[in-house]
Nanobody, 122 residues
């Protein structure tokens, strides 16, 4: 099973930016779907963004649309999440996940990273 490792988390002021990375241990199948989820303090894990590995079909949660961008570096087997105009409510542990279904439902994803903490100070 593919292993995923996230990096790039940290602490920023509101309005700032961070770029998260998710490195896959092996080349993903072209049919793979990659997604970012997050889990804030005392909250359930929620969908943030997803993309098809072969390109296109990016989709975002309404709460991050226009501020976050998901992208891929196919030769490096890395998926990114560029986060701009960060808000205090974006504070969470961010997880990368992969599966074969194009869906926002977290139960469909069968490989997960360990998570990376993002803290936004207001």
């Amino acid at each position: 099973q593919v292993q995923l490792v996230e990096s790039g988390g940290g602490s920023v002021q509101a309005g700032g930016s961070l770029k998260l990375s998710c490195a896959a241990s092996e080349r993903p199948y072209s049919s793979s779907v990659y997604a970012w989820f997050r889990q804030g303090p005392g909250k359930e894990r929620e969908f943030v963004a997803l993309t098809r590995w072969r390109g296109g079909s990016e989709f975002y949660a309404d709460s991050v649309k226009g501020r976050f961008t998901i992208s891929r570096d196919n030769p490096k087997n890395i998926v990114y999440l560029q986060m701009d105009s960060l808000k205090a409510e974006d504070t969470a542990v961010y997880y990368c996940a992969t599966g074969t279904r194009y869906t926002t439902d977290l139960v469909a994803y069968d490989a997960w990273g360990q998570g990376t903490q993002v803290t936004v100070a207001s």
